[in-house]
């Protein structure tokens, strides 16, 4: 089956394979990049325009302070959690150039989510916005976090703009709750504490972690993908022919970047391609407020666009969005949830530009297909990437032939190295370079591939990862509630939204107090839009609830 994929690359002018080894690690990309584009744009946000050169300082300021102020050694796990602003690239770049082990981490996370992805991880430092310092005051005292920095929104702008920004954002809209950490370094100190201090640059080999990445997998506890530094450069090579074929010129192209670079598609879009050709990223930190994003879409000549179904929706439907000069959009990519075929047809009509769907997991680092440009083919992820392999299987692992329906496998360079700290869950999905996907997919005779079902339940909103077995977890702590299990149903909007089936004991349990339980417990986009309560669940004959008996009767209500 993989020489149908590959035959299908060479039909659309794509490359079979690419030398996925070009470089040994990420900071031989970030060296390479840095070198030859010192005095253009890397990133901007909020105004602000930091070149490649003045990465290149902040970052080395930030990896001096790790190796000459803490006790990190190569190795060790930080964790980032922070929205698009200026201060993730230079930490992040800073915390690989020390040898860390970045762990990202969604800024929206409840104090529950936190502990678990901190323990886990075994992180020893943090990078955090001061908005949720607060959450991180209730748990450092359960991790093994030693060193703390806190930043706030406008620390990397003019200094004008800087201290207004910052004033705002804590005294006038009150978006940062009071918080006591008192070994907590501010971001501003801790650059100016590397200033003028050599940097140990680490070079680290191939198969060594770059990242821990979250996700539930197959289960609903949260493990962390190790994604090595050969898997993310790899998958930066395998991207690239993508984006070069829309004509991408090295160093003169501006992209778009509302995705959070804490998501690994992101990540290895617009802090791996991007930068590796000198393209100019514009961090959007808040895509939820869409006058203000489309604002900031007034300022920039933009040739690339990287979102999702849902942002595509709420663009759209903006007055001064569809008066945009769109002469420069060359690409408009779309991962993260499923795009609807209006949603591309009205895009493409709008803007003159087509939307490349592809898809990938955190696991593949993360893209795995993706729909060559302009032959896209509506209704498919597209064609596996260079040097990527796909199969489908049956239940037994028996290989199908193309044009049957079977769990989709992955075998390629961006496959990640295991979960971490988890090899009983490694096993259940990793085998002789295999990646059982968990979705249902069908090979066309042409080599596109087509899902056509999850065989796990996860749920997807506006392109986040929800998983039913920690929704049902966090409820069941409740006093009232005996029994429940979480579904998603399909919704224009955000693709999915959840719906919670609940067995109480106390008939005065509303609907409301469930929802404002999970508000409590879980990031918003978690919390169950619909609640059913009823007398009893589906179960199998051990006792295990249906949840696609649920799925199905809601199904066949509407």
Request: aromatic share 6%; net charge negative; proline share 5%.
């Amino acid at each position: 089956m993989e020489d149908v994929g590959r035959q299908g690359r060479i039909d659309h002018g794509l490359p079979a394979e690419v030398d996925v080894a070009a470089f040994p690690n990420i900071t031989s990309v970030y060296r390479q990049a840095v070198n030859k584009f010192g005095q253009h744009t890397a990133f901007s946000s909020m105004g602000r325009e930091l070149t490649f050169a003045e990465i290149d300082q902040l970052s080395g300021q930030f990896a001096a302070w790790i190796q000459n102020h803490t006790s990190l050694k190569p190795g060790d796990r930080i964790a980032l959690q922070l929205p698009n602003i200026l201060q993730y690239p230079v930490a992040m770049f800073g915390a690989l150039r020390a040898g860390l082990v970045v762990v990202n981490t969604n800024p929206l996370y409840t104090a529950r989510e936190m502990r678990h992805q901190f323990k886990d991880s075994g992180a020893k430092a943090i990078v955090i916005l001061a908005n949720m310092a607060n959450l991180l005051e209730e748990v450092i005292g359960d991790t093994d976090i030693e060193h703390v920095v806190v930043t706030e929104i406008g620390d990397l702008l003019p200094p004008v703009k800087r201290v207004l920004v910052n004033t705002v954002v804590k005294y006038v809209k009150k978006m940062v709750p009071s918080f006591n950490l008192p070994m907590a370094k501010t971001f501003r100190e801790v650059l100016a504490s590397g200033q003028g201090l050599a940097v140990n640059e680490q070079e680290a080999q191939s198969d060594d972690i770059a990242v821990l990445q979250y996700t539930g997998g197959t289960t609903g506890v949260a493990k962390g993908a190790m994604l090595t530094h050969g898997n993310i450069v790899a998958n930066m090579m395998q991207t690239a022919p993508q984006m070069d074929a829309t004509g991408m010129v090295e160093g003169k192209e501006v992209l778009i970047a509302p995705l959070p670079l804490y998501h690994i598609y992101a990540f290895t879009i617009h802090c791996m391609v991007a930068f590796q050709r000198g393209c100019h990223s514009v961090l959007i930190a808040n895509p939820r407020d869409i006058p203000g994003f489309v604002k900031e879409l007034r300022n920039h000549k933009f040739s690339t666009f990287i979102g999702l179904n849902t942002l595509f929706i709420g663009l759209m439907n903006n007055e001064d969005f569809q008066k945009l000069d769109f002469s420069t959009l060359k690409l408009t990519m779309s991962g993260g949830m499923a795009l609807s075929r209006a949603v591309a047809e009205r895009w493409q009509a709008m803007t003159g530009c087509s939307v490349t769907e592809g898809y990938g997991m955190t696991e593949t680092s993360p893209v795995a297909c993706a729909n060559p440009p302009n032959a896209e083919q509506l209704g498919t992820i597209g064609l596996p990437v260079p040097n990527t392999m796909v199969k489908v299987i049956d239940e037994d692992g028996n290989d199908l032939p193309l044009g049957e329906t079977g769990e989709l496998c992955i075998n390629g360079p961006q496959v990640m190295k295991g979960y971490w700290q988890r090899p009983d869950a490694t096993a259940e999905v990793l085998s002789d370079g295999w990646l059982r996907t968990g979705d249902m997919a069908i090979i066309q005779q042409d080599g596109f591939v087509k899902l056509v079902d999850r065989k796990k339940d996860m749920i997807i909103v506006s392109g986040f990862n929800v998983f039913p077995n920690e929704l049902e977890d966090v409820l069941m702590a409740h006093d009232s509630v005996v029994e429940c299990a979480a579904i998603g149903l399909p919704d224009e909007k955000s693709g999915e939204v959840i719906k919670m089936f609940v067995v109480s004991n106390d008939p005065n349990l509303s609907a409301d107090d469930v929802r404002k339980y999970m508000r409590q417990n879980v990031t918003a986009y978690k919390v169950p839009r619909f609640v059913e309560f009823r007398d009893e669940l589906p179960k199998t004959n051990v006792g295990k609830v249906l949840r696609r008996e649920l799925r199905d009767a809601e199904t066949n209500a509407s």
